[in-house]
């Protein structure tokens, strides 16, 4: 739902009490909208039936009866939006971007389960991927993210066709449909906790009742959750409205448009698109040896590869795999010392370097054998531990932001 406020702003700025109660994800959707031919709002209704209809829409997912519900002025705003942007942009690398970013989607969808083995194992990766997110939120939302980004991909928006002549009421018909329903399922996996109750199921519980009604002006009750909104409609070219929208939709709609504008109107030097073609070219590269792997071990050494290159190329240091070949030991104490783990004192490894600077290490072990920003891991130690019993050999020391916080034994 957090989505869908999100679009919800690009086309009114209604009042706060408005998306505190029904259109917080109602009107939301109408927002992506645009009209289509149809009679779902041509018969004379109140204000308060207008609004259970559309509420009614976004359950059914029928986004294109929502965009209906808009004034026909409001509708050819939105499409000479759209238009403006088709004219601004450069059509070429329109194509080849969409295109590029197909073939990204391909690798996401194919190599899943590739991509997913590097995130949880890389010892640069994996510990900045798990602050964000838990590998199991990752294995249940993947699929359904993927889905997103194909639709949307491979919709009307990837033609330039569409720019120059749109018609949303077809693309909600079509894609936005496709993608409210996407959206359900994904929020299905979503902690209800987390949603607060912002759910579109929760506007099956939404009453709406009609105040009062003079010519244009009308005024409605809107009850959810226990709590009740009064909210001021306003009839444009027919079709009841939330007042503050009317008032609100021709500023935002000529700011949207000089932002357009401003932000489009620099044009390509050609050295620029050269570049910016390269860029693309290499991304299309990467995506089609990474999609050609068939199995981990070449998914592997592809992505890393890519990497270096790619990261080589905007002046970084290159990502490497994850080595094998331990490096020599120097030889100090800390080498050869008997450690303990779970118990103990002075000589217990879990315990003795937490909080301190990775620095250290070197003076007790020496270089390590291993080493990220991550972790660094010491090989052929002697630690015993007391605890569950056993002779352990490895301790990985993890670091975040520069301190030690976690130590890890292995055999």
């Known amino acids: 739902m957090i989505s869908v406020r999100k679009t919800f702003s690009l086309f009114n ?36 039936e207008v609004v259970r209809q559309v509420i009614q829409a976004l359950l059914d997912n029928k986004p294109e009866l929502i965009w209906a519900a808009l004034p026909a002025t409001y509708q050819q705003d939105v499409h000479d939006l759209i238009k403006l942007v088709g004219q601004k942009v450069d059509a070429q690398l329109y194509k080849q971007t969409f295109t590029v970013l197909q073939k990204v989607v391909n690798v996401l969808r194919n190599k899943k389960d590739f991509i997913l083995q590097i995130m949880n ?36 928006l990837s033609d330039t066709n569409f720019l120059a002549n749109p018609d949303m009421g077809k693309f909600l018909l079509n894609t936005g449909a496709k993608l409210m329903a996407q959206f359900d399922t994904l929020s299905k996996l979503v902690p209800q906790d987390q949603l607060k109750g912002k759910t579109k199921e929760s506007l099956k519980g939404i009453k709406v009742t009609l105040v009062s009604e003079k010519g244009d002006d009308s005024e409605i009750t809107i009850e959810m959750a226990g709590k009740s909104e009064n909210l001021k409609m306003k009839k444009v070219e027919g079709k009841w409205i939330p007042a503050d929208m009317s008032g609100a939709w021709k500023p935002q709609i000529a700011s949207a448009k000089t932002n357009l504008e401003t932000n489009l109107a620099k044009t390509m030097s050609a050295q620029e698109k050269m570049q910016f073609t390269l860029m693309l070219g290499m991304v299309g590269g990467a995506a089609d040896k990474l999609d050609a792997a068939k199995t981990q071990p070449e998914f592997t050494a592809a992505f890393y590869a890519i990497a270096g290159q790619m990261m080589g190329s905007l002046g970084g240091g290159a990502l490497k795999p994850p080595t094998t070949e331990p490096v020599k030991p120097t030889g100090p104490a800390g080498r050869s010392m008997q450690w303990t783990v779970g118990a103990g004192n002075k000589s217990r490894i879990d315990q003795v370097y937490l909080n301190q600077k990775p620095e250290i290490l070197i003076k007790a072990f020496g270089q390590p054998d291993l080493k990220s920003d991550a972790a660094w891991i010491y090989r052929g130690l002697t630690i015993k531990n007391l605890k569950e019993g056993g002779t352990m050999k490895t301790a990985k020391f993890n670091i975040t932001d520069g301190i030690v916080k976690t130590v890890e034994v292995s055999e």
Do not use: H, Y
């Open 121 to 156: 194992s890389d010892p640069m990766i994996s510990p900045m991927v798990k602050q964000a997110i838990s590998p199991q939120e990752i294995g249940q939302s993947w699929d359904g993210i993927v889905s997103v980004l194909d639709t949307v991909l491979n919709s009307e």
């Open 13 to 48: 700025s209604l009042s706060s009490r408005w998306s505190r109660a029904l259109v917080m994800s109602l009107i939301a959707v109408s927002l992506i909208v645009p009209q289509v031919g149809c009679g779902f709002f041509k018969k004379k209704v109140k204000a308060d």
